[in-house]
């Protein structure tokens, strides 16, 4: 940064900073567990500087015409955690002999802003370095001034202690992720939330972190967020759900949970000798992301099965070796993802997608990963996941009935047998899913060995890893 924020007056900063938390310690033990918030009497330099930019109406125009309210708020800001700091705990650059001087030029606003927030860092350096691995830090770097640096979430003068950010009513992230704030304020958490904020229901920094924000559906999406809450979450989908891990590997959470959204299958290219994601930039892939652009411009449909099929053999022979496709069912909309409800509510129903013409099968996206961890996705012909030709293409994803047409019967047979007396339907159902099982292992044989003799006339494609 060339701001005004020094190097030699970051250190000032700093040792006002350790001054500051001395200070702030014994005020709150003086306090005697009183909230931090209990107005501290400012320095007669602070009171110095509040006598002109108390006024509402003190203002400055920027090189770009717009004009920059200088106004600051004397009773917020002797309410805020910075109280003990004083104004040059963070404007150590301004000196009361030369200030103000008109001749500092500010190209912009969010100029200011962004150069200014800088100076958070010197006191808050672990927040800092958590906040520089961010999605967010990381759009900003790349040119999107929408996204948040500290004070946008914390604000500069009116800085509270963590507890204020931490409730619905005041939650930062509301400011620019609305339609997804209203979302989850319907949820069950968002409402449990609501009604008790002591309560252990989370809140978007429960399960996307503060700081740390990163590509909301990278990898397994936030699974990991929410087993840390609901530990005995596998256990308990056990009992019914056969196969769970699988099912929470390839299904999102809320593509069940958040029961009126609509779904679909984002198809992931996996490099398969280093089971990584594929990522915009690597060899090869700016090539593939070409033609599958091209396709979805030309057909509306996108690539059908035989183009997705070439294209995985002309990666595997003339780039970075075979890749395999991932299939992920979650939900479609963002904003939906969040509109989750109580556990009555939820998809249990096996043939909401376990069987041919299954909604969710219905749109189909493809996906590369960007250097940020977000898909981006495009369309693409849903007959990819039923044709014969992606047995090879998508052998990574196997969702019976719904992808495999001719086991639509298995599952029928399993939904009558719940309908009968619970103790019969139970035996009946294991019965019958063992069948069920078996058949599937019988399936995936004869894929297997299908697949295994394309290797051996030359067209590996996708997989060239179980021979490479
Ligand atoms: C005599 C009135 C006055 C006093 C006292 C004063 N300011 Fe200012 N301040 C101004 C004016 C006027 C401007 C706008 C100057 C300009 O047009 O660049 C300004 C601009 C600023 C700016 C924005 C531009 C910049 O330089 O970054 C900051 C920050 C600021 N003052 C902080 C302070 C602090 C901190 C103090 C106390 C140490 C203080 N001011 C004391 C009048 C004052
Ligand atoms: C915790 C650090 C911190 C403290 C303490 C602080 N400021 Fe600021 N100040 C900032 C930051 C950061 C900005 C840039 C705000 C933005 O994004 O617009 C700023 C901006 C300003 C501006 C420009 C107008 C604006 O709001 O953007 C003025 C004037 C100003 N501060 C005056 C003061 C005065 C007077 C005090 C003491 C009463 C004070 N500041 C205390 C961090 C601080
Ligand atoms: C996208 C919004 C956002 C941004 C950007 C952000 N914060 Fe925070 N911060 C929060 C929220 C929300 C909390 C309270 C909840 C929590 O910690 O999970 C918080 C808490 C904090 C806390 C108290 C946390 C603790 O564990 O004691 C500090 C200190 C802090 N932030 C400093 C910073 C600094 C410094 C920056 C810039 C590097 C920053 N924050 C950027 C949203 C944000
Ligand atoms: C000069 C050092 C200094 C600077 C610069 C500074 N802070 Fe602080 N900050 C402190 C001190 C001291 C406290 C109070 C002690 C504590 O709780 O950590 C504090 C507390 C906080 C808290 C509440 C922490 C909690 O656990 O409740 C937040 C949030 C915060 N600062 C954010 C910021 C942001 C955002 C900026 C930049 C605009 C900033 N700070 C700049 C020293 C600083
Ligand atoms: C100042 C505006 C702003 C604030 C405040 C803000 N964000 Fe963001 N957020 C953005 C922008 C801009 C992006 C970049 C992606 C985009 O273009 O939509 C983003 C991206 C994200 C993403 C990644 C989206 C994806 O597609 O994977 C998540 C997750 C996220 N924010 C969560 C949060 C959380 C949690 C908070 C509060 C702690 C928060 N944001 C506060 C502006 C903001
Ligand atoms: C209970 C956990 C949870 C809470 C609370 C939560 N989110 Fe999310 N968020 C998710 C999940 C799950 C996804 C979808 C990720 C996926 O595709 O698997 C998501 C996705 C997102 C995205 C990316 C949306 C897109 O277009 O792909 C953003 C941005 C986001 N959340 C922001 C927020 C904000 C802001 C809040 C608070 C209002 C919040 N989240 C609260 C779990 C949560
Ligand atoms: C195939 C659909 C499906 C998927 C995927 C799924 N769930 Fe569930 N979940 C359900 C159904 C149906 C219930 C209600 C079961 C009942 O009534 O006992 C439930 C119940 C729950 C409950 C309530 C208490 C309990 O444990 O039974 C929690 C918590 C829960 N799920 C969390 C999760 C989490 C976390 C994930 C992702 C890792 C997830 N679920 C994935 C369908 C699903
Ligand atoms: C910070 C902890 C926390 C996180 C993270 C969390 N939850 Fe929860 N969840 C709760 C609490 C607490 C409740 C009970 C809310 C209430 O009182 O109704 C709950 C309720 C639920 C329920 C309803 C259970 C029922 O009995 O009806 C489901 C389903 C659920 N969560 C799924 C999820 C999913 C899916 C995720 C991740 C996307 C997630 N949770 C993340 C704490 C959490
Ligand atoms: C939300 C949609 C959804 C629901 C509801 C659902 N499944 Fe699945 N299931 C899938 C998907 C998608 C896969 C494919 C996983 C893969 O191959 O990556 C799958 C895989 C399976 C497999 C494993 C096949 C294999 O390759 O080993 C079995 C068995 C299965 N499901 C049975 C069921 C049963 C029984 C139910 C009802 C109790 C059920 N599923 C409910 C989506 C669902």
């Given at each position: 940064?060339?701001?005004?924020?020094?190097?030699?007056?970051?250190?000032?900063?700093?040792?006002?900073?350790?001054?500051?938390?001395?200070?702030?310690?014994?005020?709150?033990?003086?306090?005697?567990?009183?909230?931090?918030?209990?107005?501290?009497?400012?320095?007669?330099?602070?009171?110095?500087?509040?006598?002109?930019?108390?006024?509402?109406?003190?203002?400055?125009?920027?090189?770009?015409?717009?004009?920059?309210?200088?106004?600051?708020?004397?009773?917020?800001?002797?309410?805020?955690?910075?109280?003990?700091?004083?104004?040059?705990?963070?404007?150590?650059?301004?000196?009361?002999?030369?200030?103000?001087?008109?001749?500092?030029?500010?190209?912009?606003?969010?100029?200011?802003?962004?150069?200014?927030?800088?100076?958070?860092?010197?006191?808050?350096?672990?927040?800092?370095?958590?906040?520089?691995?961010?999605?967010?830090?990381?759009?900003?770097?790349?040119?999107?001034?929408?996204?948040?640096?500290?004070?946008?979430c914390h604000?500069?003068?009116?800085?509270?202690?963590k507890a204020t950010y931490a409730t619905v009513a005041a939650v930062p992230c509301k400011n620019c992720h609305s339609?997804i704030f209203d979302?989850y304020a319907?949820?069950?958490h968002g409402?449990?939330r609501a009604?008790?904020e002591?309560?252990?229901?989370p809140l978007c920094s429960d399960c996307h972190?503060a700081?740390?924000?990163?590509?909301?559906?990278?990898?397994?999406?936030?699974?990991?967020?929410?087993?840390?809450?609901?530990?005995?979450?596998?256990?308990?989908?056990?009992?019914?759900?056969?196969?769970?891990?699988?099912?929470?590997?390839?299904?999102?959470?809320?593509?069940?949970?958040?029961?009126?959204?609509?779904?679909?299958?984002?198809?992931?290219?996996?490099?398969?000798?280093?089971?990584?994601?594929?990522?915009?930039?690597?060899?090869?892939?700016?090539?593939?992301?070409?033609?599958?652009?091209?396709?979805?411009?030309?057909?509306?449909?996108?690539?059908?099965?035989?183009?997705?099929?070439?294209?995985?053999?002309?990666?595997?022979?003339?780039?970075?070796?075979?890749?395999?496709?991932?299939?992920?069912?979650?939900?479609?909309?963002?904003?939906?993802?969040?509109?989750?409800?109580?556990?009555?509510?939820?998809?249990?129903?096996?043939?909401?997608?376990?069987?041919?013409?299954?909604?969710?099968?219905?749109?189909?996206?493809?996906?590369?990963?960007?250097?940020?961890?977000?898909?981006?996705?495009?369309?693409?012909?849903?007959?990819?996941?039923?044709?014969?030709?992606?047995?090879?293409?998508?052998?990574?994803?196997?969702?019976?009935?719904?992808?495999?047409?001719?086991?639509?019967?298995?599952?029928?047979?399993?939904?009558?047998?719940?309908?009968?007396?619970?103790?019969?339907?139970?035996?009946?159902?294991?019965?019958?899913?063992?069948?069920?099982?078996?058949?599937?292992?019988?399936?995936?044989?004869?894929?297997?060995?299908?697949?295994?003799?394309?290797?051996?006339?030359?067209?590996?494609?996708?997989?060239?890893?179980?021979?490479?």
């Amino acid at each position: 940064m060339t701001g005004p924020f020094t190097a030699r007056r970051r250190a000032s900063v700093l040792r006002r900073g350790l001054l500051g938390f001395v200070l702030s310690t014994v005020l709150c033990w003086a306090g005697a567990g009183m909230a931090f918030a209990a107005t501290a009497e400012l320095s007669q330099d602070d009171k110095t500087c509040l006598g002109c930019h108390e006024a509402a109406d003190l203002q400055k125009q920027l090189t770009n015409a717009e004009t920059l309210s200088l106004h600051v708020n004397a009773e917020a800001f002797a309410k805020s955690v910075h109280a003990a700091i004083g104004c040059t705990g963070c404007h150590a650059d301004v000196d009361l002999g030369e200030h103000p001087s008109a001749e500092k030029a500010i190209a912009s606003a969010r100029q200011y802003s962004l150069a200014a927030a800088e100076v958070c860092r010197s006191c808050h350096s672990d927040k800092y370095e958590l906040y520089e691995g961010s999605l967010h830090a990381v759009a900003l770097r790349t040119g999107n001034e929408a996204a948040p640096v500290c004070t946008d979430c914390h604000g500069p003068h009116d800085v509270g202690p963590k507890a204020t950010y931490a409730t619905v009513a005041a939650v930062p992230c509301k400011n620019c992720h609305s339609d997804i704030f209203d979302a989850y304020a319907q949820s069950m958490h968002g409402k449990a939330r609501a009604q008790a904020e002591a309560s252990a229901a989370p809140l978007c920094s429960d399960c996307h972190s503060a700081h740390e924000v990163k590509a909301a559906s990278a990898g397994e999406g936030r699974k990991q967020a929410c087993l840390n809450c609901h530990s005995e979450a596998v256990a308990t989908h056990k009992e019914w759900l056969p196969n769970t891990e699988l099912h929470f590997q390839t299904v999102s959470c809320p593509a069940c949970h958040a029961p009126n959204a609509t779904r679909r299958i984002d198809l992931r290219i996996y490099n398969a000798a280093t089971s990584q994601q594929v990522a915009s930039g690597e060899t090869g892939v700016p090539r593939i992301e070409g033609r599958i652009k091209a396709a979805e411009a030309a057909g509306g449909k996108g690539l059908d099965p035989m183009e997705l099929w070439n294209l995985i053999s002309v990666f595997a022979r003339e780039d970075s070796g075979a890749m395999v496709l991932r299939g992920r069912l979650e939900v479609s909309d963002g904003a939906e993802a969040h509109r989750m409800a109580d556990k009555a509510k939820a998809l249990s129903d096996c043939n909401t997608c376990h069987r041919a013409g299954s909604e969710a099968f219905r749109s189909v996206t493809i996906s590369i990963a960007r250097p940020d961890g977000r898909p981006e996705r495009y369309g693409i012909d849903r007959e990819v996941l039923h044709s014969p030709v992606s047995i090879d293409s998508v052998r990574g994803f196997y969702a019976i009935g719904a992808t495999r047409i001719k086991l639509l019967d298995v599952l029928l047979l399993l939904a009558l047998a719940a309908g009968v007396a619970v103790p019969l339907a139970h035996l009946t159902a294991r019965w019958a899913f063992r069948r069920y099982l078996r058949k599937i292992e019988e399936e995936k044989a004869a894929a297997a060995a299908a697949t295994g003799d394309a290797g051996a006339t030359g067209n590996r494609g996708a997989d060239g890893d179980a021979s490479a």
